[in-house]
């Protein structure tokens, strides 16, 4: 039978004791929405949520993690204002030693850029506390974001389960022409298909359109995956993957994947890079995609490159090309992050670099920086334009920003024009091109590109089981325990503290930034700021009804809630203010499976239009909930209003069983202690 690539993939990876139906048949089609567990092969993390994910590794108590490979990588909290940060980074030094991890040092890059460039293997599962971990899907991986404690469990030699997810492909012809690039293609996913589109779902790349693109063009589309609500993207493994290891001197790592012949997509979405254009993501959603020519002509005040989206030797060559000879306009700050060590030594190499810091741009350090409102916050009322893949209200550092997110051609044609300009107009202008393929510069087939690309000088190895044993961890006073969670309890009576509408992100539930990423490691310092973006008066609330030894309290939501970041901290920070239960039309999936992970329970309304009837202050009561998590059944919502009478409401439980066991023990860590799988 013919099939995907994902299914291929996915196949190959099943762990069928994991699973609650172990009837997989090797070549047949996986039921779409069935739960499905898999082997993960290779996991990695990053320092804003690896302490959590660490903290939680260790109560596993083996000596060495048991995936083929596993990556920690220093990148997020790279500010160190104070001890904090760099008391994590030591933490998380110490445990990599101890436990037989790689450890990408700070300063050696982003890990989703460092990753693609050094560890990445063609068909293989790699499992991340990050969500734009599916970068990975730009060398054939099945590259998944997830919570740390999910990541934790898969370094432990535990399988990850999810439902077998729908496959969309999308289909790409023609090529791209001069000013349009990869960035331009994922905008256009975004516009057709929303920032819920992807739920459920992988996003698989095909048709005569792949071949022209590079390993890291492809990976800025799989990398926007996430703004898709996607589980992941994949793009198949070919000559120009093959052609990408060996300039990262890992041919040995290349294999040939794809596609079979006639494989049969949920649904197709026509791309026809012939005709694409320069798009632009408007304020305040990745969705909010227009052509950049209905906006051009905008006056911008800031412009930055960078981040895991657009970070590599071919984005910098881009930029290289469009600002040769010219000046920052006035009136524009301009920053660019290189996306790597390598990236930042090749750029240097071929003499980007210095025509970058001619031009006028402040050159910001290789990681996440200002696409986490780690510096170079906006002025107030800018607009900004960055190469990001979020552009959610604040999350720059300046609240009433208007952050817009474009190629990086577009980004360079603004920081020399000083004002949003569409970059098809200007772009006959190349100095840089590495490799002509007509429509973008490659960082392919330059000869001086392997040396660089495999200095690994700033990746420390894993120790040896004997090496590890005698490594004491390093504790800095910051770094407290992870909370454990409540019981499970048959009925709930809550009453309800916020009632938020559609798309609410997790930098509205736990917002990041320059202030709070030292508190990544202190949930009961960091909690003070939960959900403070929709109600600031949220903790102070939650947090005396748990003083007074309630039962806790309720959050109400609409569409997509909890889209974006992985970060755990989203759902840990309510569960430790007493968040016992959450009811919305739909959840976004790492959220999700984070909540269930902290054992809070995640229902949606039965009936969308019962969202309308709740108020804040209304009291929810959830009854036999030990039943419903047993059978199945839905969930007997008796809403109790202010004023009124009460009435009752459904609740789906369309959750597997495995996911009502784990929330039956009160969280993963207790469904895992008790030898559940
Ligand atoms: C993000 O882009 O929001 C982050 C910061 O990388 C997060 C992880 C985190 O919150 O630490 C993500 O995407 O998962
Ligand atoms: Fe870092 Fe931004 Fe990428 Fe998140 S999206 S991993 S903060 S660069």
Redesign the pocket.
Known sequence: MALTLTEKILQKHIVKEACSDTTFIEGTPIERGKDIAIRIDQTLT?D??GTMAYLQFETIGIPRVKTDLSVSYID?NTLQTDYRNMDDHQYLESIAKKYGLYFSRPGNGICHQVHLEKFGIPGKTLLG????TPTGGGIGMIAI?AGGLDVAVAMGGGAFHLAMPKVIGVKLTGKLRCGVSAKDIILAVLEKETVKGGVGAVYEYFGDGVQYLTVPQRATITNMG?ELGATCSIFPSDKATKDFLTAMNRSESWTEIKADAGAEYDKIVEINLDTLVSKIACPHSPDAVKNIADVAGKKVSQVVIGSCTNSSLDDLAAVANIVKGKHIAEGVEAGIAPGSRSTLLMAEKAGILGELIRAGFRILESA?GP??GQGFAPNSKAVTLRTF??NFKGRSGTADAEVYLVSPEAAAAAAITGTITDPQTICDNRMYTLKSDNSRISMLANDYVPALASDNAMILRPTTIEEGSKVEIIRGPNIKPCPSCPPCEDTLRIPVLIKAGDNVS??DIMP?GAKMLPL?SNIPEIAKYTLERIDPHFYENAFAIKKAGKQGCAVIGRENYGQ????E?AALAPMYLGVRALIVRSFARIHKANLVNYGILPIQFAKPEDYDKINCGDEIEIKNIFDSLTTGKNFTIIIHPKTGASYTIEGINNLDLRTRNVLKAGGLAAYTRSGGQ
């Open positions: 990053q804003a949520t997020h506390s990050d969500s734009h974001g996430a996440c696409c986490i893949n979020r997790t930098d990041a990544r974006g970041s992985s970060r901290h």
